[in-house]
């Protein structure tokens, strides 16, 4: 934490790099930076400086939300989005978008007598104010611009529908309404792979009819053409050489008879990896579970379970306890005069 030069007064700041890598990063970051332009490091920072500069970030907050307060009420159309106070409490400065020009003289004099202290209003625009608040976006990872992205170009539709993205805007439009930015990113590779593709906007004429380019598909070589007033037929892919060729007819005054004479019919094979371990089999298990069964029926039988003569070693009946369970059977059971006699007699 150090001690830094201000405009004016003095700030805060935090030493994240030294050396060559800062010069490089500089120059990655800020092309155009002249080193008469960099801030004087003073000293470094003491307690109470630390103590201040946490004290003007806990109110950035809470004066952010009053001065929303204040530009309703003065009808201005403009978003404060964000407010940066100075470390030594002189200065705060406030960001806000606006779509076009707005007359903030008595906003500014308002805030003053609210606040007693320096204003500054920086108008920003809407990629800026993404890359100051931050977010995640719909890939799921942190915001591009406010992480790593130092420049800020331009992004059209072209570039989707260089890479056959639909128009959707919902799908298309970042955290910051416009167009992502990372549409630009393999935008080039686009542009490369459809140079070795035929135009789209010529129609192949064959004696079946009129066919109609659809849709690219770069990754598969692949043009998709439909028959005029028989799009819900479905799509003809073709190669892009056999396009040629169909073109290459047509100039010569043929028609080739049906498109679907010089679609290639691909075999897809299935990869060898999807049943390397028997994933897709319910009974893969089955095996397991019958040895584990015929375990459990020898243990059964080793302790007395099982039927007729044992080993010496295991726990069956012997001979004598065989006997004796023959004797037992063999007894006499009494009569029901004999029951009733006892009963009397009792």
């Known amino acids: 934490m150090v001690v830094v030069e201000g405009a004016p007064g003095k700030d805060v700041g935090v030493v994240s790099i030294v050396g060559e890598l800062t010069r490089i ?3 990655k970051k ?29 109110l950035e907050k809470e004066v952010m939300y009053k001065s929303r307060t204040l530009a309703v009420n003065l009808g201005l159309e403009m978003k404060i989005s964000d407010v940066e106070y100075q470390a030594d409490l002189t200065k705060a400065t406030f960001y806000y978008t606006a779509e076009g020009r707005v007359d903030f003289r008595q906003l500014i004099k308002d805030m003053a007598d609210e606040f007693k202290i320096r204003i500054e209003m920086r108008q920003i625009g809407a990629r800026q104010e993404a890359s100051r608040l931050g977010g995640i976006g719909s890939c799921g990872r942190e915001l591009c611009c406010s992480t790593w992205l130092t420049d ?4 059209s539709t072209s570039a989707a ?3 056959q993205l639909s128009l959707n805007p919902q799908k298309l439009a970042g955290q910051c309404g416009k167009l992502k930015c990372c549409l ?9 792979a459809i140079k070795a593709f035929p135009k789209g906007d010529l129609k192949l004429r064959t004696e079946k009819g009129t066919a109609i380019h659809i849709k690219t598909d770069v990754f598969k070589r692949q043009m998709s053409y439909a028959y005029e007033g028989e799009f819900n037929a479905g799509l003809i892919p073709l190669n892009p050489d056999r396009v040629r060729e ?13 498109l679907t004479d010089f679609m290639e019919v691909v075999e897809e094979k299935e990869p060898d990896y999807t049943n390397v371990v028997g994933q897709d089999s319910l009974n893969r298990f089955e095996h397991i579970f019958k040895k584990k069964k015929k375990r459990s029926n020898k243990k059964r039988k080793s302790q007395g379970g099982g039927k007729g003569p044992q080993n010496k070693q295991g726990g069956g009946p012997t001979k004598k306890s065989n006997k004796n369970n023959r004797n037992r059977n063999n007894r006499k059971r009494p009569t029901e005069n004999q029951k009733n006699n006892n009963e009397n007699s009792k």
Do not use: T
């Open 25 to 27: 990063q500089v120059k």
């Open 30 to 58: 800020s092309p155009n930076f002249k080193p008469s332009e960099a801030r004087k490091i003073i000293r470094i920072a003491e307690q109470e400086d630390i103590d201040k500069w946490i004290k003007a970030r806990s």
């Open 152 to 155: 800020f170009r331009s992004v």
């Open 161 to 163: 529908r260089y890479q």
């Open 184 to 192: 630009n990113y393999e935008l080039d590779m686009y542009l490369d």
């Open 246 to 258: 169909i073109i290459r007819m047509n100039k010569e005054g043929k028609k080739p008879y049906d």
